[in-house]
Nanobody
Framework: QVQLVESGGGLVQPGGSLKLSCTASGIMSRIYAMNWYRQASGKQRELVASISTSGLTNYADSVKGRFTISRDNAKNTVSLQMSSLKPEDTAVYYC??????????WGQGTQVTVSS
């Protein structure tokens, strides 16, 4: 059974930092592209950051320079370090492991709220 479990969400003040983690089980995450998506209330889910099997990273323009995605294949984890957080970063963040359209797995999501 494939599971992706996110952790690390919470409430943080504007300008603060949070680190999200996602642990995969039931798959060898090293052969999957790993992604972080987010969905704010009333909006569509959007891709925030991705990391390929070879370690190449890509970021949404809105988070470039503030977020860093990384992976630890030995631990089957992917992380998202978020800094200089803004209220508009408030959303449910989802971990995704994708190898193909039919081999595509999602976590349950973790809430990130940026508010003073």
């Amino acid at each position: 059974q494939v599971q992706l479990v996110e952790s690390g969400g919470g409430l943080v003040q504007p300008g603060g930092s949070l680190k999200l983690s996602c642990t995969a089980s039931g798959i060898m995450s090293r052969i999957y592209a790993m992604n972080w998506y987010r969905q704010a209330s009333g909006k569509q889910r959007e891709l925030v950051a991705s990391i390929s099997t070879s370690g190449l990273t890509n970021y949404a323009d809105s988070v470039k320079g503030r977020f860093t995605i990384s992976r630890d294949n030995a631990k089957n984890t992917v992380s998202l370090q978020m800094s200089s957080l803004k209220p508009e970063d408030t959303a449910v963040y989802y971990c995704n492991a994708r190898r193909s359209l039919s081999n595509d797995w999602w976590g349950q999501g973790t809430q990130v709220t940026v508010s003073s």
